[in-house]
């Protein structure tokens, strides 16, 4: 198919405008990367950032080395895996019955949900309740504490994504006497292989940046996630109370430098980024097509 | 049909299952691994029983791994179980709040400031702990407090008790003293830091304008300062000039205290800078610096002078490394506080003040477990050994010895890595100057004697006002208001001659008043 | 004999007419089972973990003691909501400044990620779409903490990069964080810059579920690339952003926290300072668990509020709703 001349500077334009955007959000990661290869004298230098003129590996060596680590990894990978998974089936399975105006009393159990996003009784009640399940200490809590398990806003959207499914769809699996979770499985589930990417996407990442629910509800200290480990070592850093507190034998060896810091920014980014090209095929069009002539 | 019936039953029943089973386990675990609130052995059956207590420690930075080398050791010397409380520096208030809502209250009890004290002692968590009663129980510790500053017991009290053991810091008496780039100040003709407050606008000046980088631009200040968070202690160099600081309290002609931004000297240092800001000798920027933003205009070479204590200008310090990698041949030449029209300059200094550590209320009635934890105390603060181990390590594997100073091993030096091993503050409150028995492990004689040379001569200013008042409650963004009126007065958006005295009156009308008659009832009981 | 209540015919007919309402309901209910064993175990999660706790609302209108927990704390009314509306705290600014803030995030932060996802859609060529979707999420994952400093140094009137440019065009330097008239510019700008490509992604995965029959329709009947984006594009994903932005307008009076609290400081409090920021910096100075609450509650009615009203209005539209 051959395109027209307007056609090709309209793709020219928008390209170029999405090279610009790209270029401007790019720049703060190659900044950090381009420090965390620093040596600390080139990552104190003023001025742009783009590659060290002195490399050096040591911020990585000491990020990697810093206590917790590896099983903050371990313990971060398996409540993005498991979390994500279970996620999705509590939130498809909670969906779907919302989806369907024919639920008695659908308005009702609609607002069971919604009503919890204004209304929450706070962190100390949750955490009571989390203790009293027996639950404080223990790797569950992070897939089952809120709000984790059930994202309201993702439920809401996917029941939306679900509503919008021709009915003819399931019609035809209905005739063939089909019950609900047939129909769930069979039709709904592939066509909505988007909304699920997405919603699959946003559980992932939620996981993977959670670090408050560790520090309340978990105590030992192999149990608590990667974040956690590593925020302490950006975080713990810019405020006043360092000045004070800083121990005088270490002097600046006792401060975090620049370099680790952002080293362990890239580490902490970079797994989830390359978790998204996995899910890119999700979001192919037509997935429709050919739907209504089987 | 059925299959997929079955099929989602069993991922139905699999998800509930292991969330039930998890639960289970995962309590029982934690049962195991964390005792319960309700282990400790209080239920002590008297003398001569050899029963370990528990002790439930709540302090910062907390030890990587539990039954760590330097848990271990404490617990074999003084016969007790210690059970760690994590909680993280970022949002202690928050999470420590969770934790005594849910029945855990810790039985060492470290408590960041007298704010802390106010707040918990009148949730009633903490136990009464009288002056007379510590003295008792740490008597050689005791002894240091009352070198350092004798009211040291008497800022952290509420309605008259005592809640906590006071910590002082010897380092917080040290002055702040200006630091300059060596570069620069010989480049402009001086070969000795300004004394006077004339000699110091000079210098600002003609760091500005004379270019002493040699780069050809005019990218260069004389001073900075922190804005983001630090305004109380911003522009030192000229508020110590008028013999005062910014929103500090100080003693008037008849004793009483007032702040010193009703104060002639305040309004005119604020009509100073507004001055400087003028004539572009401040760096504009100052407003959105951090402190990492502030020293960075240091090092590499926005601003010509720093303000920061000895530690940081020592070989080791940051202040000195960091300059020195981004221009080795450099150097920082140390003033004095300049002097100004009223007679001789001031150097801030924070003050030996420091955090507290306090006990919780069922210590109050457990006098088996107060005595112990007075014990440990005691010895964390007085006895060689268990001041080394706590807070450095063992001798050899984290350390050594030069000179009778500890020097940490490279691996070591950062208080984070200690974790691996228990070393660092979490049970070894008094580190690092925390008690003045042990600065010849803290500090090498070379330190020591740069702290003095650095500070010899300098009069220092430390705030009088130590603690809090209930009407701080009241007015809780009264610092917000005067953090904003600092920035206006400066950059000109309001003019210190005409506006100053209405900021005072407003100041003084949404609780400035109230605040100052509180404050000089409590300094009046303090005497 | 027992008197017996008289029944008149209308006293009957209700009764038989709720007796037969409750047999429908229960006749619908076990024709829908497999929907309801569905929605089970959702509805008991939330049941527990959220309806559970949620008498920890009451705190807003308590003075929490920790020792004697949330049910014995003593009773104080409306007091925290009093302390927030004292003229006093300034309480109107901020309030002014929240919902400023915020709405300027919504109407421009709002349709921001639908138009460029509207772009990454018109773009034919797949290997550039994958790099450039893919580089557009990068800035979602950096803190504000680490962005802070970034913005500070990139903003800067003397050396940052953006100020360099606009010399070249002689524009003089701004002092973007540092100056009142332009602080709350850069707070929604750098909030768009920083979400708008992780934004995109709900909008793609609705474009995705367009069916390109429709498309191809389109072209046989001679529409060009503007018609089919208004009358194929645009409508198919409406519901999407119909509920997106219920749900959007929900947080009216959560002006990005965090944003805030890394960016402001004493020369901008006047137009930067939020709810949140003064519920931080008074929340410092005290246990204002309670306190805290109620100023959570005000912001969660306010939203509950736009949430209906906005969903009236959309449904009035012809949309979907939210419910």
Not at chain 1, 90 to 107: E, G, V
Not at chain 1, 128 to 145: E, M, P, Q
């Amino acid at each position: 198919m051959t395109y027209s001349w307007g056609d090709k500077i309209y793709q020219f334009v928008l390209a170029f405008i999405i090279c610009i955007l790209c270029i401007t959000m790019l720049y703060p990661f190659v900044y950090e990367l381009s420090i965390s290869l620093s040596t600390p004298a080139e990552a104190l230098r003023q001025g742009i950032h783009l590659y060290p003129k002195q490399l050096s590996l040591e911020a990585y060596k000491r990020a990697l080395n810093a206590h917790g680590i590896w099983y903050g990894l371990g313990n971060t990978v398996f409540r993005t895996v498991v979390g994500t998974l279970v996620s999705l089936v509590f939130i498809a399975l909670t969906a779907y019955p919302l989806s369907k105006k024919y639920l008695p009393h659908r308005m009702f159990y609609t607002w069971i949900f919604i009503f919890t996003m204004f209304f929450n009784g706070g962190l100390i009640p949750t955490y009571l309740l989390v203790k009293s399940l027996g639950l404080l200490d223990s790797r569950l809590v992070y897939i089952l504490a809120p709000p984790f398990l059930i994202s309201t806003f993702s439920m809401l959207i996917m029941r939306n994504f679900f509503m919008n499914i021709p009915a003819e769809l399931e019609e035809a699996a209905k005739i063939d006497g089909a019950n609900e979770f047939r129909t769930l499985a069979s039709i709904i589930i592939p066509l909505s292989k988007p909304i699920l990417a997405t919603v699959a996407l946003w559980s992932a990442v939620n996981h993977w940046n959670a670090w408050l629910d560790g520090l309340i509800y978990i105590q030992s200290p192999t149990k608590m996630v990667l974040q956690i480990f590593l925020r302490r070592l950006i975080v713990d850093n810019s405020d006043q109370d360092l000045q004070q507190l800083m121990e005088q034998a270490g002097g600046a060896a006792a401060v975090i430098p620049e370099t680790v810091k952002a080293a362990t920014l890239m580490l902490t980014v970079l797994p989830i980024i390359l978790l998204y090209p996995f899910l890119q095929k999700y979001f192919v069009k037509g997935i429709m097509v050919g739907s209504l002539k089987g | 049909m059925s299959k997929w019936k079955q099929g989602f039953s069993l991922v139905l029943a699999a998800v509930f299952s292991t969330t039930l089973l998890g639960g289970c386990s995962g309590g029982s675990k934690g049962s195991q691994e964390t005792p319960s609130s309700n282990a400790s052995a209080s239920a002590d059956s008297g003398a001569g029983s050899v029963q370990p207590l528990t002790i439930k420690w709540l302090s910062f930075n907390p030890p990587d791994k539990d039954g760590n080398a330097v848990q271990k050791y404490l617990e074999n010397r003084f016969n007790v179980k210690i059970e760690n409380m994590r909680i993280d520096r970022s949002n202690w208030n928050d999470q420590l709040n969770i934790k005594l809502a849910g029945g855990d209250v810790p039985d060492v009890f470290w408590l960041w400031d007298a704010n802390d004290i106010m707040l918990y002692s009148q949730q009633g968590v903490l136990a009464e702990l009288p002056t007379e009663e510590i003295k008792e129980n740490m008597p050689k510790y005791a002894e240091t407090v009352d070198q350092q500053d004798d009211k040291l017991w008497k800022y952290g009290m509420i309605d008259g008790k005592s809640y906590a053991i006071p910590l002082y810091w010897s380092v917080g008496s040290q002055p702040y003293v200006p630091g300059y780039n060596g570069k620069w100040l010989k480049a402009i003709g001086y070969s000795e830091p300004p004394t006077t407050l004339e000699e110091l606008e000079d210098v600002f000046t003609k760091f500005t304008n004379d270019d002493p980088d040699g780069d050809g631009k005019k990218d260069t200040y004389g001073i900075s300062a922190v804005g983001k968070g630090a305004i109380g202690i911003a522009f030192n160099a000229v508020f110590g000039a008028y013999g005062t600081k910014w929103n500090t309290w100080i003693k008037d002609k008849d004793g009483t205290l007032v702040n010193s931004m009703t104060t002639e000297p305040v309004k005119e240092a604020m009509t100073t800078l507004n001055k400087w800001y003028k004539k572009g000798i401040v760096d504009p920027e100052f407003i959105t610096n951090d402190w990492n933003k502030y020293r960075q205009a240091f090092y590499n070479g926005k601003i010509g002078e720093t303000e920061t204590d000895w530690r940081y200008y020592y070989p080791t310090g940051l202040v000195y490394q960091e300059l020195k990698k981004v221009d080795p041949d450099n150097e920082i030449i140390t003033g004095k506080p300049v002097h100004g029209p009223y007679g001789e300059g001031v150097a801030h200094a924070f003050g030996v003040k420091n955090s507290y550590i306090g006990m919780g209320a069922q210590v109050a009635k457990d006098e088996k477990k107060k005595k112990k934890i007075y014990e440990i105390l005691e010895a964390l603060a007085t006895d060689d050994e268990a001041y080394l181990m706590s807070y450095y390590g063992e001798e050899g594997t984290n350390y050594t010895l030069e000179d009778g100073a500890v020097v940490m091993k490279t691996e070591f030096a950062p208080e984070a890595n200690r974790g691996s091993y228990g070393g660092g503050t979490f049970y070894g409150f008094f580190g690092s100057g925390k008690s003045s028995l042990m600065k010849d492990f803290d500090f090498t004689k070379e330190q020591q004697d740069f702290a003095h040379k650095l500070g010899d001569g300098v009069q220092t200013l430390v705030d009088a006002k130590l603690f809090n008042v209930p009407a701080e409650k009241d007015y809780p963004d009264l610092p917000k208001m005067t953090d904003e009126y600092f920035i206006k007065f400066i950059t000109g958006e309001l003019n210190p001659a005409t506006d100053y005295d209405k900021f005072i009156d407003k100041w003084k009308k949404t609780g400035g008043e109230q605040i100052t008659e509180q404050v000089n009832q409590k300094y009046t009981e303090m005497k | 004999m027992k008197a017996q209540p008289i029944e008149t015919p209308l006293v009957a007919d209700r009764r038989e007419s709720e007796t037969n309402y409750r047999k429908t309901i229960l006749k619908e209910y076990v024709k829908h089972r497999y929907l309801l064993f569905m929605l089970l175990p959702g509805l008991i999660w939330y049941l527990i973990f959220y309806y559970g706790p949620m008498y920890g609302i009451q705190l807003a209108f308590k003075d929490f003691r920790i020792t004697q927990g949330i049910m014995d704390s003593p009773w104080v009314g409306f007091k925290h909501f009093d302390r927030m509306f004292s003229a006093g705290s300034g309480f109107g600014l901020i309030l002014k400044n929240t919902f400023l803030i915020s709405l300027y995030h919504i109407v421009f932060g709002f349709p921001a990620p639908i138009l460029l996802a509207l772009m990454f859609n018109e773009i034919r060529w797949k290997l550039f779409k994958r790099i450039t979707q893919s580089i557009t999420y990068l800035p979602h994952f950096l803190s504000w903490v680490v962005m802070a400093g970034l913005l500070v140094t990139i903003l800067s009137p003397s050396t940052g990069i953006v100020n360099y440019v606009l010399n070249l065009f002689g524009i003089d330097s701004i002092y973007f964080l540092g100056d009142k008239s332009y602080f709350r510019f850069t707070l929604v700008l750098s909030g768009i810059w920083k979400e708008i490509g992780w934004g995109t992604i709900i909008y793609l995965a609705a474009l995705a579920g367009i069916d390109s029959q429709l498309y191809e329709a389109a072209v046989m009947d001679g529409a060009g690339r503007w018609k089919q984006m208004i009358h194929i594009t645009l409508p198919s994903i409406m519901p999407v952003i119909a509920i997106m932005f219920i749900l959007r307008i929900g947080s009216i009076l959560d002006a990005g926290f965090d944003q805030v609290l890394n960016l402001y400081n004493p020369a901008v409090y006047e137009v930067g300072d939020i709810l949140d920021t003064y519920v931080f910096r008074v929340g410092l100075t005290q246990l204002q668990y309670s306190f805290t609450t109620a100023v959570g509650l005000f912001k969660n009615v306010v939203g509950l509020i736009m949430v209906l009203g906005s969903n009236y209005l959309i449904k009035r539209s012809g949309q979907e709703g939210l419910f």
